[in-house]
């Protein structure tokens, strides 16, 4: 059974930080390639970035140079640090690999 497990979300000031974590089961996670997207109220749903199985890394426009993909293939867990976070950052965001997705975890930027 394929599970993915989205943790870390919460209520964060502008200009603060949060690390999400997404511990991954029933998937070759250490050959596959991780992904992190995020959902806006009321907008569609918009890749955040990857990180292959050999830690190379993409990401969105949006977020060059504050947000940061990780990972830890012997714990099956695939990190997103994100810094100096704007208003605008705020979403429900989801990890996926293999096509498979989690839930999601809210995160909320505001003052």
């Known amino acids: 059974q394929v599970q993915l497990v989205e943790s870390g979300g919460g209520l964060v000031q502008p200009g603060g930080s949060l690390r999400l974590s997404c511990v991954a089961s029933?998937?070759?996670?250490?050959?596959?390639?991780m992904g992190w997207h995020r959902q806006a109220p009321g907008k569609q749903r918009e890749p955040v970035g990857t990180?292959?199985?050999?830690?190379?890394?993409n990401y969105a426009d949006s977020v060059k140079g504050r947000f940061t993909i990780s990972r830890d293939n012997a714990k099956n867990t695939v990190y997103l640090q994100m810094n100096s976070l704007k208003p605008e950052d705020t979403a429900v965001y989801y990890c996926?690999?293999?096509?498979?997705w989690g839930q999601g975890t809210q995160v909320t930027v505001s003052s």
């Open positions: 996926g690999g293999w096509g498979y």
């Open positions: 990180i292959t199985s050999g830690g190379n890394t």
């Open positions: 029933g998937i070759r996670f250490s050959a596959a390639v």
